[in-house]
């Protein structure tokens, strides 16, 4: 049974009765108004005309496979876009010192980003024969070049800016930020936030080391001639290296007080 939202209940058969009939029977009130290709406003505002012919038909695909690697990563690279444009939105409000609306928004492109980590589990599933196949006409084409994760890469520093600049103008050090985060609860909820972020692109990358470890292989060079070596070190460049200090540096003043207290 599903219920409608006037609370009355039709059995799934009646349900998609209704909607086989509706379509058939598009009256004015339905009909699209929308500028734009597609039967209806779904397809025109959407214009899933030419999102849904980015995929190369079945016909031209290397193996079969292939579909799932090109859905995968144009999924990966909208969602990125997604997150960057959010992140963007957030150094605008972090610029006014609006921190509500700063970690607000972090939070919805974490969410974003969130997504394209679960997609590469999904590409561990080509087997590596298989992905010699698709590789084969990838050309030079290498996610170093992925305009959505470099967009993050480039906006990570610039939010990181902006956010020691409000730690200045409130007149503290990272650490006592952390020390005070009671009295200072806005501008030590935008630093977390900012390491959800630096966490979520750490972990991107690792898993995506993983895949190619898995797909390719760990000792190998990828496509534009990097050792997949490199990848692990990437993972080392953090993008709020001071955020993850001040933990050591509060462990270690903790250390020294006889209590095990701060201060
Ligand atoms: C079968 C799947 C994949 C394999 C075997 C693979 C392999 C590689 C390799 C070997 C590199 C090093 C650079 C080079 O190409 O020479 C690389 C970099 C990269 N790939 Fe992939 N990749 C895969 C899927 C993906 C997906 C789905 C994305 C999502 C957008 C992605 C994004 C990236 C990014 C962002 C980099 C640069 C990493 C960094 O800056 O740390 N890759 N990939």
């Not at 349900?15 to 039967?39: C, N, Q, W, Y």
């Not at 016909?59 to 090109?70: I, Q, S």
């Not at 170093?144 to 730690?167: I, M, N, T, V």
Request: net charge negative; proline share 4%.
């Amino acid at each position: 049974m599903v219920a409608t939202s006037s609370g009355r209940r039709f059995t799934v058969r009646q349900r998609i009765d209704f909607l086989v009939f509706r379509m058939a029977h598009r009256d004015e009130s339905t009909k699209p108004i929308l500028e734009g290709k597609g039967a209806t406003d779904y397809e025109r505002y959407l214009r899933t005309d030419e999102l849904l012919a980015l995929q190369k038909p079945a016909e031209e695909l290397l193996h079969k496979d292939e579909m799932t690697f090109l859905v995968v990563h144009q999924s990966s690279e909208l969602l990125m876009k997604g997150a960057e444009f959010e992140l963007g939105r957030a150094l605008e409000v972090l610029e006014r010192a609006d921190y509500g609306n700063a970690t607000r928004l972090i939070r919805r492109a974490i969410s974003l980003l969130e997504p394209p980590i679960g997609l590469l589990h999904i590409l561990e599933t080509i087997s590596p024969y298989d992905y010699h196949l698709i590789r084969a006409g990838l050309g030079h084409g290498s996610g170093l070049d992925s305009p959505g994760f470099l967009s993050l890469l480039h906006l990570g520093p610039r939010l990181g800016k902006a956010f020691y600049e409000q730690l200045e103008r409130a007149g503290l050090t990272a650490e006592e930020l952390y020390r005070r985060h009671e009295e200072f609860f806005g501008l030590h909820d935008v630093a977390e936030r900012l390491l959800d972020f630096d966490e979520c692109m750490q972990l991107f990358r690792f898993h995506h080391l993983k895949l190619a470890e898995r797909i390719i292989g760990g000792r190998v060079v990828g496509t534009m001639g990097t050792p997949v070596e490199v990848l692990e070190q990437r993972m080392e460049s953090w993008l709020y290296k001071d955020l993850w200090d001040v933990r050591n540096q509060i462990t270690a003043a903790i250390g020294q007080t006889p209590a095990g207290k701060p201060y």
